[in-house]
């Protein structure tokens, strides 16, 4: 990473401050109140595809959207018990099989 330059250290090093506080607040949140949900869909780690994508070119834009929405769409799958059990907690139903069609933009 330190051969891509200072901007690209600084911005891995951002990152990883950001994923850390966020976590500390939710860590923090969960135990001050213990009857809310918490649903937090956030890219992984081993999903650096995310970040290569230059916003500026339309292109790519649109690239980083279906990237996102099908990693969003995968995770909703896996944890289909989790969120339906917390979406039925608040009155919300949906359907999880439609998922697999990724929109066209």
């Known amino acids: 990473m330190r051969d891509?330059?200072?901007l690209t250290v600084y911005d891995q090093t951002m990152?990883?401050?950001i994923k850390?506080?966020?976590h500390q607040g939710l860590r923090r949140w969960r135990a001050k109140e213990s009857g809310v949900n918490i649903l937090l869909l956030e890219t992984s780690e081993h999903e650096t595809e995310m970040?290569?994508?230059n916003p500026m070119k339309f292109s790519a834009r649109r690239q980083g959207l279906r990237y996102?929405?099908?990693s969003a769409a995968a995770q909703l799958r896996a944890q289909r018990d989790?969120?339906?059990t917390a979406?039925?907690?608040h009155g919300i139903a949906g359907d999880v099989?439609?998922?697999g069609t990724v929109p066209q933009w």
Request: no cysteine.
């Open 4 to 6: 891509k330059g200072r």
């Open 15 to 17: 990152r990883m401050s």
């Open 20 to 22: 850390t506080r966020l």
């Open 51 to 53: 970040f290569l994508y």
């Open 68 to 70: 996102g929405y099908e």
């Open 82 to 84: 989790s969120f339906a």
């Open 87 to 89: 979406f039925a907690r």
């Open 97 to 99: 099989a439609r998922l």
